[in-house]
């Protein structure tokens, strides 16, 4: 099930909006495109609840000048289950499917060189998705806009967060059984749109 709304406010100088997206087997229909579904041991599939969502804030206080500002999310639940098989070394089962909170997730916490030009990930990062998030912020200045097309400029600032699901981690070094990852853009833009 999906919901869109986007209102302008103030005389056309705010527009504010809202979009959410929830259900099953949805992950590939958000920009993150997080999992549809987990396989069981016997081939069977198992669609993962989940949801997105968007809110989104643009000022245009001047012909020229526009600010605006979105924050969203995307999600992905668990779902695992016992494959029937046992670890030999710890005589704990082994478990499969999408956040089997056996994952073995320390090796999340080590970053990898590219080999042949390829990335790769090290072995011992299982680590699932459990929600991605992102908010920004920028504007955009019209330098010119008229018969000759437009040229404007903007500058913008995104903050993405991921969070996993919970594995295994290792407690004697010191590292969590929950990895995620913070990055911090800023971003700058020059851009030129031909006349209509």
Known sequence: MGVNARVSLLSKTLDVGAHVLAGNGIGRYSTATLPDATAHPDGSLELLTGGSALGSVEWHPLPRFDLYG??????????????GYTNATTGQPILGGYGAPTNIVYGCYTEVLPSSGVASSPSNCNADNRNIQ??????WFRFYKGVHGTLQQGIQYSYA???TWQGV?????????????IDNMWFTSFRYYLPR
Do not use: C, D, L, Q
Not at 134 to 139: D, F, Q, S, V
């Open 169 to 181: 981690g290792e407690p004697a070094a010191n590292i969590t059984n929950s990895p995620k990852a």
């Open 70 to 83: 979105y924050y969203g999310g995307e999600y992905a639940k668990r779902a695992w289950y016992n494959t």
């Open 134 to 139: 992102e908010g920004t912020i920028g504007y």
């Open 161 to 163: 967060e991921r969070r």
